[in-house]
């Protein structure tokens, strides 16, 4: 592992992002929570948040960060009326943690496993899904913020950029996602 032991202990966030290309059918069943295998939009969040806390275990040399946060959403794409062909599901992942060295590699890792998580609750349906564009989308602390203040991004949630970092989140729902609340103890 890279020595980090000279660098202050700094406030660290990232955010990450994917997409899982779906059919319509597919979609549709998503969107009414009529999956085959139970609750894709659920399982793939708590699988994110999961494996974002275990990167140093499935990623070689990365350090083990205490993570303050793992946050997953997964926003499926607008209604797109009577002709809809599916679309693009957004699969998110932000991380917080004060260290040493920044937290991309956990957001990246808890955002393609909870994908990885929806392909596999999803496949008995849509045998052509795809994953694509996994990306960090911004990061901070540290040497500084990514992108530079004044570059954003492209599109995103909300419709005006990327996601923002949150001080505390009041509300689990955005305009464009879909909420299933699920009893853990049950899970």
Known sequence: MVDVSAKP??????????????GARLLRLLRSARLPKGDALTVAQVAGALAAKRTA?????CHPL???????????PREAGAGERGGRVRVWCEARATA????????LTGCAVAALALYD???????????TELRVVRKSGGAGDWPPA??????????????????????????????????????
């Open 9 to 22: 202990v700094t406030a660290r966030a990232a955010e990450a992002e994917c997409y899982l290309v779906v």
């Open 57 to 61: 275990d499935l990623i070689p040399l």
């Open 66 to 76: 205490p993570l303050e946060l793992a946050r997953v959403r997964v926003a499926l």
């Open 100 to 107: 040493r060295t920044g937290v991309e590699m956990e957001a």
């Open 121 to 131: 609750m999803c496949k008995s349906v849509d045998k052509t899904m795809s994953i």
């Open 150 to 187: 004044g570059e954003g991004g492209e599109g995103g949630e909300g419709g005006g950029g990327e996601p923002r970092v949150r001080a505390h989140d009041t509300s689990p729902l955005r305009p464009d996602e879909t909420y299933v609340p699920t009893n853990l103890m049950h899970f």
